[in-house]
């Protein structure tokens, strides 16, 4: 996909930035859900994963990222017998939102990792450009 218009660094540091946020949220909405009962598979809550694509400015070279979409993983409910939960059907069982506790923090870990990469080298970009104006 091409992006309208030239780019700068700060723009493509601005869209990471903005992707990473997303995918931070989204694993935050997973571990908010995860536990969570349904009373029919159907209605149990699936994981989401936030989906990038690439653009690619052709005036000045630069690649960016932006977000796809946010689509719901196909991962089955876990079955559970729990006969005396207001949620279960008539066999006892409810169902339970497939949510890897850990798999989500390691994805919320390397989201706000790749975001403060992001702050770093947007900082060291503008520290660079002021001391290259100090010069002239």
Request: hydrophobic letters at 40%.
């Amino acid at each position: 996909m091409t992006m309208s218009g030239p780019t700068s660094f700060f723009q493509v540091g601005h869209r990471a930035m903005s992707a990473q946020l997303v995918r931070m949220n989204t694993a935050a909405s997973n571990l908010a859900n995860a536990g969570s009962i349904a009373g029919s598979e159907e209605e149990a809550y699936r994981p989401m994963r936030t989906v990038f694509e690439q653009e690619l400015d052709r005036a000045s070279g630069l690649s960016s990222v932006r977000v796809g979409g946010v689509v719901r993983e196909d991962v089955a409910a876990i079955r559970r017998h729990d006969p005396g939960h207001p949620l279960a059907d008539e066999n006892g069982d409810v169902w339970e939102a497939p949510v890897d506790e850990n798999a989500e923090m390691v994805e919320m870990l390397e989201a706000s990792r790749q975001y403060r990469n992001m702050v770093e080298a947007m900082s060291t970009a503008k520290q660079l450009m002021l001391e290259t104006m100090r010069m002239k």
